[in-house]
């Protein structure tokens, strides 16, 4: 039976969610396909039809959030580099159970990593590509800080604070980068 997207989706989403259940009531380690396939209701053929292994599915999250984002943002008329930083953190915090189960593992590189790949920036020269992507990973992190420790500083003080602190000029060559890096939306 060949299932609609939505339907793929709503399974994902379900293998999604078992495994971050999993991952705080047991170690990353001891958790295995089958259970996340057990408590999501789906048979192991399922999960492996969408999935590799457990970290390919919180890999391929961090593509849905961005997906996301970025089609959110592209419903607005204009986005500034305020308002770019101010949905970052908004997304950030509605998908905080993500990160503090990427910070509890410490499988934080798996969210950097997407950051750093150097696909997203292909329209850069070397020089400009690395200064893009370092200041891409710096605000993502400073972001990712502000969620996992429940900072007391809310969305408007980080946006100012983040503004000192990340280039204007980069955050410009950013702002397009992450609108076009998901066209197919």
Known sequence: MIKTYAEKEITKGWIYDALISLINEMSYEKITITSICKKAGV????????????DDVLKQHVQYFYEEMSYEMKQLNEVSIKKYIYYHLLFFKKNEKYFKSLSMIHKEHIFFDYISDKNLYFNFSDLEKDKVIFQAIALSSIIFNWVISKSKLNEKEMVNLIMLYISKDTLKMILPIFLNAHSKL
């Open 43 to 54: 048979p192991r053929s399922t999960f492996y039809r969408y999935y590799f292994d457990k």
